[in-house]
């Protein structure tokens, strides 16, 4: 940038620059949404015109893939498991009006993906929904869909405070965040781990705890400062939700749910609305993540609490305890064995 040749506000400059990049990133979206979306009602047409003669038998389709590829060689997307896709997708989704608006907002292999490995026609829009709000990947969507995120996320016999102590539309919100189990796989730990152990695994993993948390979360610190009086506390993980527009105080214990947990949560709810909360923010909101929780106990420890808390389960990938270790044959270990006991039995023969 030639400093000279600069006659006007540099700060007004930088943010003109600024709004035209997020113009410009908007319109690459749109239009790369719009291909997508025509795209996708070409495959539902051609799966229609497969389906209205599907009397023909299965050369027909592979032929039809050989004639297209031949007409078309540089255009991918034609191959016969492919023209069987088109013609499943025309089967499934019938109405050209609600393939438009709905199913082809999202990439093809998105949605082979949800008809692959989703047979329930509510459970699959669910998805559709969330791959719209979340931009989520491929990779993503197959491994929301392995952990069971719709029945974690849309139960309704979550535990949590937020009928009598939020209004809508941010109760809704707020439950709509909630999972039950969390499944954090990402993180290995021995079984009697400590929760600080287990918290810096999350933390060192930040991308796919956000990931598993949900939409919108912004991270602000572990373990952090809060002083209160004469004292100090720590908060374990502290997040600012950008949807709900307020902080949000995760609490994480490597043991089963005990009452004087949501107390001591509530406690800290409260001091971020006091210490931190600003003009603007929404009421603080509290998540409680244990080993296992009893049901009944929780709702009985949240039940004359006045801040949005909310308890939920949560489950790791173990590793062996360390005295196990030592003891489980290596690779090499096994491979020397067999080795052995093949050269034993060449001798006796």
């Known amino acids: ?109 998105h949605n082979m993906i949800l008809i692959e490995k ?14 719209k709000k979340n931009n989520w990947s491929k990779r993503e969507l197959q491994h929301q869909i392995e952990t069971d995120v719709f029945h974690r996320q849309t139960s309704i016999e979550k535990t949590t405070n937020f009928d009598v102590t939020l209004e809508n539309p941010q109760n809704s919100l707020a439950q709509d965040l909630i999972k039950d189990p969390y499944v954090f796989d990402f993180v290995a730990v021995r079984k009697v781990a400590l929760e600080r152990v287990i918290e810096n695994e999350l933390v060192q ?30 908060l374990d993980l502290l997040f600012y939700h950008l949807e709900l527009r307020c902080y949000v105080v995760v609490e994480l214990k490597a043991v089963d749910f005990k009452p004087e947990f949501a107390g001591k949560l509530n406690f800290y709810v409260n001091a971020v609305d006091g210490e931190i909360r600003r003009e603007g923010d929404n009421p603080t909101i509290g998540i409680l993540l244990c080993k296992n929780k009893d049901r009944l106990m929780a709702e009985y420890a949240l039940k004359n609490i006045h801040s949005p808390i909310g308890v939920a389960e949560y489950s790791l990938t173990e590793v062996l305890p360390d005295e196990y270790v030592n003891k489980i044959p290596s690779v090499e270990d096994i491979e020397a064995r067999l080795l052995k006991d093949f050269n034993i039995a060449d001798e006796e023969e």
């Open 1 to 109: 940038m030639n400093q000279k040749n600069m006659l006007f506000d540099g700060k007004e400059y930088l943010d003109l620059v600024e709004t035209i990049k997020k113009r410009v990133r908007k319109t690459q979206y749109e239009v790369a949404r719009q291909a997508n979306a025509e795209l996708i009602m070409m495959y539902w047409s051609i799966g229609r015109l497969i389906n209205e003669h599907n009397d023909w038998g299965k050369s027909f389709v592979e032929n039809l893939s050989k004639d297209i590829q031949a007409e078309f060689p540089k255009i991918v997307g034609f191959s016969r498991r492919n023209l069987f896709n088109m013609a499943k997708f025309a089967a499934l989704y019938p109405d050209e009006k609600f393939v438009q608006p709905v199913v082809a907002q999202i990439p093809w292999t």
């Open 118 to 131: 989703v047979s329930d026609e509510k459970q699959r829009l669910w998805y559709i929904d969330q791959v």
């Open 205 to 234: 993993n930040v991308t796919k705890f956000l990931l598993e948390l949900g939409s919108g979360f912004s991270f602000v610190g572990q373990q952090y400062p809060i002083h209160v009086g004469d004292n100090d506390f720590y």
